[in-house]
């Protein structure tokens, strides 16, 4: 009796999930215009027949147990729980990364949507981050080229994983609580940073401006700086932002701190196969007030800040501070509905205040050679947030650089100076936007 009870408790266990430790802020966030939604694409060479990648879905999801869930709310927090139905294709719209009713019961917390010869999933940071979300659509997009009729064999490498597999229980995983160390202490945070203002737009519009790049130049220009090509493209925004505000001639004593903020994939400092978020973020800044920096003395700064904090002791301390704001005892006892109430300020006060936009870099993906001829172009965009307005994502396959701003403002000006300056460095840039169209 009792053995039949512990399987029991097993497959019960098995069937719900608490939030990870970044994951569970993003519930009490969710409004008209904050969707905890980014997006990855992947725009193939021929169009998309929605028979095979309907089909697709149904044969993947059953691969990924932990993203085949709805959030449900508990007394003191969210969590997630198995859902039994299948996720459905949708069509595209203008406006990516927009509203999705997230708590509505049933409710997948992501979405996949095509276009011609494009395949989108936007992604909620409830469930994951860009790794755990990338290796969803490479699995997604090599099975629907299987079903095509080409030959397209699992490759974990390449973060293509076996749909015959059972998922390893290190996939869902909670590795912040895994890595977690009471015993080291803090990091301190940073103070508030300079924001741009601008005329918001409409709720459900959100405007997307691609900037698309060859990555051979751009990393010739970064090792001109001495810097990498993340740490040059980070430069790059913190100076546009800077003549932004010149040119606004603020007065040098009512000017801000300019801090990005920079996720960092914890997987390549600590040892895990988590499916679920595992990032952490470095914040690179300069302060106005100081005087005028010229590129190379941003170069310079990002360059050391970037050695200096995507360490594993640096950031060890921030996964302390926010594992003990989680395991601290007034915050559990806070029931849900008064977390929903309070979180967004605090979110606001200890979070998005202190940054001036986010940039995010997923760095070079690669495909295996018999799915790669296949794969013409790849996208990347960030979730709209109404603390930090405009942010930068970046990513490159195949000697092309796609950087793309997600705006909830009307104004363009911040993206003009950005693609203006790498135009003045040599870089030859083409554009794409939604708001063309």
């Known amino acids: 009796m009792k053995k039949r009870g512990s399987r029991k408790r097993k497959r019960r266990d098995l069937s719900w999930y608490k939030l990870d430790n970044a994951g569970k802020i993003y519930p009490a966030l969710l409004s008209q215009r904050t969707s905890s939604l980014f997006r990855l694409s ?10 095979l990648i309907s089909r697709a879905l149904k044969d993947t999801i059953g691969r990924f147990p932990y993203y085949r869930v709805s959030l449900k709310p508990g007394f003191f927090w969210y969590f997630l729980e198995g859902n039994p139905r299948y996720p459905r294709i949708e069509g595209d719209s203008l406006y990516p990364c927009q509203k999705m009713p997230l708590k509505k019961r049933g409710r997948f917390l992501f979405r996949v949507r095509i276009y011609k010869n494009r395949i989108a999933l936007e992604f909620s940071h409830i469930l994951s981050d860009g790794n755990g979300a990338l290796i969803f659509l490479k699995t997604l997009t090599a099975r629907y080229l299987t079903l095509k009729g080409h030959e397209i064999e699992p490759d974990r490498e390449e973060g293509i994983l076996d749909l015959k597999e059972a998922p ?4 869902y995983e909670d590795a ?7 015993t080291i202490p803090e990091a301190s945070r940073g103070a508030r940073a300079w924001h741009l203002k ?3 737009l409409p709720r459900g519009q959100y405007n997307v401006i691609t900037g698309i790049l060859s990555a051979a130049e751009v990393k010739t220009e970064a090792k001109k700086h001495d810097v990498s090509i993340t740490e040059f493209l980070i430069a790059q925004l913190i100076a546009s932002f800077q003549e932004h505000m010149e040119n606004l001639e603020i007065p040098r004593k009512k000017m801000m701190p300019i801090r990005m903020n920079v996720p960092v994939n914890l997987r390549s400092l600590y040892p895990s196969r988590s499916m679920r978020n595992f990032f952490l973020s470095v914040e690179p800044w300069i302060d106005p007030r100081l005087g005028h920096y010229e590129f190379q003395e941003i170069c310079a700064k990002v360059h050391h800040y970037m050695r200096y904090e995507v360490d ?3 950031l060890n301390q921030q996964i302390t501070r926010n594992m003990k704001g989680e395991l601290n005892i007034i915050n559990r006892l806070f ?3 008064f977390k ?4 967004p300020s605090i979110y606001r006060i200890l979070g998005e205040n202190n940054y001036t936009s986010g940039f995010s870099n997923l760095g070079r993906i690669t495909l295996p050679p018999s799915m790669a001829p296949h794969v013409q172009a790849m996208d990347f965009y960030p979730p709209p947030s109404t603390g930090n307005k405009v942010k930068c994502t970046v990513l490159s396959y195949n000697d092309q650089l796609r950087i793309s701003f997600g705006s909830l403002i009307e104004e363009t000006e911040l993206e003009r100076l950005f693609f203006t300056g790498l135009r003045k460095k040599g870089i030859h840039v083409r554009i794409e936007s939604n708001r063309f169209y």
């Open 198 to 200: 601008g005329s918001m």
């Open 176 to 182: 912040f609580h895994k890595h977690f160390d009471k």
């Open 168 to 171: 390893d229980p290190l996939e």
């Open 340 to 343: 929903n109430l309070i979180m």
């Open 312 to 314: 594993r002791k640096f």
């Open 42 to 51: 992947f725009t193939l060479k021929e169009p998309i027949s929605l028979p």
């Open 335 to 337: 029931p849900l509905h």
